[in-house]
Nanobody, 118 residues
Framework: QVQLVESGGGLVQAGGSLRLSCAAS????????MGWFRQAPGKERKFVAA????????YYADSVKGRFTISRDNAKNTVYLQMNSLKPEDTAVYYC???????????WGQGTQVTVSS
């Protein structure tokens, strides 16, 4: 049974930082591409960042480029999202996802809330 468990969300002031983690189990983590998505209240879920299985390639939404960094530790079956210079518009529930290819995800976590106050 595949499980993706996000953690690290919380309340932070604008300009602050948070690091999200997503711990995976029940799959061969090192063979899966991983992604982060977010969903703000009343809006659709949107892509934030992705990383290939080896970690050799990363992709970002324009809205977070230069502020967020995705990384992974295949020895720990964990993917991270370092978020710096946070803005109120980054407020959302953040989800991690796993798939055989970047952009094609089969498994999703339950999400972690990130709230950025102005």
């Amino acid at each position: 049974q595949v499980q993706l468990v996000e953690s690290g969300g919380g309340l932070v002031q604008a300009g602050g930082s948070l690091r999200l983690s997503c711990a995976a189990s029940g799959l061969t983590f090192s063979t899966y591409a991983m992604g982060w998505f977010r969903q703000a209240p009343g809006k659709e879920r949107k892509f934030v960042a992705a990383i290939t299985s080896s970690g050799g390639n990363t992709y970002y939404a324009d809205s977070v480029k230069g502020r967020f960094t995705i990384s992974r530790d295949n020895a720990k079956n964990t993917v991270y999202l370092q978020m710096n210079s946070l803005k109120p518009e980054d407020t959302a529930v953040y989800y991690c996802a796993a798939g055989n290819l970047v952009g094609k995800y089969d498994y999703w976590g339950q999400g972690t809330q990130v709230t950025v106050s102005s």
